[in-house]
Structures are given as C-alpha cells and as structure tokens.
C-alpha cells in the first residue's frame, strides 16, 4: 500500500476521534496530532534497548516499555501538537491537569511500578519559561518534589471553573504522592528537543542507517509501516504494541530493497499537484496530442499528473546527481523503440482517432528499467512518453506529424 493511503486510511480508522474535531472545522489540526503521535512513537522505538515495546493509545499517547536491571522499566508520554500559536501546558490548562489525571490515576490504582515508571511531557511548540511545568521538570529530589507538590496544590485550588472537578481528582493525592510523580517527569519542546528534522536525523542515527540508504524515502516507508501495523491492531481490537524487532526486521527489508539502488521513486501521494500547476499544461503538446485521439477529460488530467511528477523527479535525480544523462537518455532510447514497435503494427482498418487511442494505452501500459533498475511507479515511464510526444519525438495519431505541424 503506498505511503499517502496511510494518512487516508487513519483517518477513517480514527473518525471517532475526529468527529468533534471535522464539525468544529479543526480535522487537521488533530490530524498533525495524531501523526506527532507517531512520530514520536516511531523516535521512542528507534532508540528502545531489544525486548522493548512501543504502545499508541495503550493507557497514554505513547507507552515505551523496555528491560532493566531490576524488571520491565516504563515511560509514560503525553504530546501535544498545536498548528496555531495556543502552547499547551498552560498553568490551568485541560492539557496539563488531564495529563496529571492520567498518571495519577495509575499510580493510585496500582497499574503501574512507580519505581520503574518515567513521565514526559512533549510539545512542537517553544513553552514559555514562566510556566509551572518548568519547575515541574526541575524538581530532581525529594524535597524540591514536594515544596513543587505543594505549589501545585496551591495552583490548582484557586481554579473554580468547569475544569475544577478534574484539578480535585488530582490533588486527592497527598503531597507525599504527588512528589513521587512529579519528581520522575521531564518536559520537552521544540528548544529543549527537536525540530521535525531533528527527529529524522537522530531515527537515523538509532537505526545506524548509512549515507547509502535514502533516508527520506526509508523514513516516509517506516512511518507508512508503523500505520499500518496500529491500524491493524485496532481493527482486531487489539492494543497497539509495536516491538523493537518488528522494527528492525522492518528496517533489515528496507535496507535490502534500497541498497545498491540509484533512486528511489516517491510515492504518488508524495508529488501533490496543484490545479494551477495542471492548468498552465493545457496548452502543450503533449496534450494536443492526446486531444487528437479525442482521449476523455480524465486521461488528460492523468496525463498531466504523469507529466508533472515524472519531471519532478527527473529533476530530483539530476540535482542529487543519483542518474546520469545517459541513464536518462537509454531510457528514452528503449521507450522509443518499444513505441515504434507498438506503432508500427497497429491496422489501419480503424477510424484514426480509435487507432491512435489505442496505440497510446498499450504503449504507455508499461514500467521501463531505468539506469539498469525496475522501476515502480507507472508514471515514471508514462510521464517519459508525454515528455517524448511533446518534443514531438513520437505520437499517437496515425497521422500525428502532419497533424502537429498544422
């Protein structure tokens, strides 16, 4: 399944999340969250001890559970992704106190060993120094722990708003209780963290990928196959555990597929195009071409679409210096060929405009090696043919030069 049938497919899976969200004009937004989520799972993974696990959605946004010393260690993280310039974890927020809810309600039930437990908070956003969870995150011994449990109790009583019933949950823990949480989270933003580049490159760095292995493309499939494999989970009402060799055999195919290889084709859903960018096409010659087999509305627009992303990425090849001009031109060589061919032994009992139409599927029908490697992508090869048939090397109508030259 290609990379961008992720996104669409998580967002059906997730549309009960979602719903308030699509009535309030807000889906993106939580979108972007639920794939922080996974960035973040995908980063915690990337750099757990073996035997460890990943867990979305499983008691928090993401659950590391990995193997110490003493017994299986845990990490509790909440994260907080925001498109606007609202910065969670206020003081009186519903972020920070739901978050405090969460862990305070496992401790007091027992689901957790509060000795092997660690908190963290995370957001992609600068948080203002003045905020309480900064004194939160350096409270590092018991006594700061408790004057900082007592300052929270402190905080939260002056609030007499609908989040209240909330902040009393929380603070029906003792001082004693509360110093014992407060003293194992850590808090991390955009400055004391990463940027999303960061996360890519220290992913790279655990995976101990080498300077061979596309990243991008590594990174975009290893995000694709985290997808799939909570999707899956939930679809069988199952809770979405993820481990560090599922991981790394994931990884280990990766790396057989692309070692050695001198591009790697983005995924359709990779190359949007935009409709300016499909209208300014209209008027080449590739499209006149087709226009005279009197192709449908839909195949031109695929045709453009081809068009576009395979000179995108020739583009792309080029600059990364990946396929050299001659690649370029035996791959061409080779499409020509295969069109003469094709051309060749069409009959010409037919009307013109059903011949040529013909001509063009069957000839574009079809995936061309490229630098001595299969290629994957359908528009890498049908994109070529257009480009072809607008430098006018080729074309479709039985009587296309005489045609073109009008």
Not at 143 to 164: D, F, I, P, T
Not at 275 to 289: G, H, I, L, N, S
Not at 353 to 374: C, D, M, P, W
């Amino acid at each position: 399944m290609q990379f961008a049938n992720y996104y669409i497919i998580f967002a059906i899976k997730s549309l009960y999340k979602l719903s308030k969200a699509i009535l309030s004009h807000d889906a993106s937004g939580q979108m972007h969250g639920y794939l922080f989520q996974l960035e973040r799972a995908l980063f915690q993974l990337s750099q757990a001890k073996p035997g460890g696990r990943v867990g979305v959605e499983t008691g928090d946004d993401v659950v590391l559970r990995s193997l110490g010393k003493q017994g299986t260690e845990q990490l509790f993280e909440q994260d907080k992704h925001s498109n606007s310039n609202k910065k969670p974890f206020a003081d009186l927020s519903k972020d920070l106190w739901n978050t405090l809810l969460i862990w305070t309600s496992n401790f007091k039930s027992n689901n957790i060993d509060i000795e092997r437990t660690s908190f963290l908070m995370v957001s992609n956003k600068k948080l203002p120094i003045s905020r309480f969870i900064w004194k939160i995150n350096k409270a590092s011994t018991d006594s700061s722990a408790l004057r900082c449990a007592a300052e929270l109790r402190e905080l939260g009583q002056k609030h007499q708003g609908k989040l209240k019933p909330t902040i009393d949950q929380v603070l029906s823990c003792s001082d004693e209780e509360l110093a014992q949480i407060i003293i194992r989270i850590n808090v991390l933003d955009i400055e004391t963290s990463h940027n999303r580049n960061s996360y890519k490159k220290d992913i790279r760095d655990n995976l101990r990928l080498g300077k061979d292995i596309p990243f991008n493309e590594t990174y975009q499939q290893l995000m694709g196959w985290l997808l799939d494999t909570v999707i899956d989970c939930w679809s069988n009402k199952k809770e979405a555990w993820v481990t560090v060799e599922a991981l790394n055999e994931k990884c280990g195919d990766l790396i057989k597929r692309y070692q050695g290889k001198p591009f790697i084709e983005r995924a359709v859903g990779s190359i949007p195009i935009k409709d300016p960018q499909r209208k300014a096409q209209k008027k080449e010659r590739f499209v006149k071409q087709l226009k005279l087999i009197k192709c449908k509305d839909d195949d031109l627009l695929r045709a453009i679409d081809d068009y576009l992303r395979a000179s995108a990425e020739r583009t792309r090849y080029a600059q990364e210096n990946r396929v050299t001009k001659q690649d370029f031109d035996d791959f061409e060589r080779n499409l020509i060929e295969r069109w003469i061919n094709i051309y060749g032994s069409e009959e010409d009992d037919e009307k013109p405009e059903q011949s040529g139409r013909k001509i063009y599927f069957k000839t574009t029908n079809h995936k061309e090696k490229l630098a001595g490697v299969e290629t994957e992508e359908y528009y890498t090869t049908k994109g070529a043919y257009h480009r072809l048939s607008n430098n006018l090397s080729l074309g479709w109508h039985p009587k296309w030069k005489d045609l073109m030259n009008k």
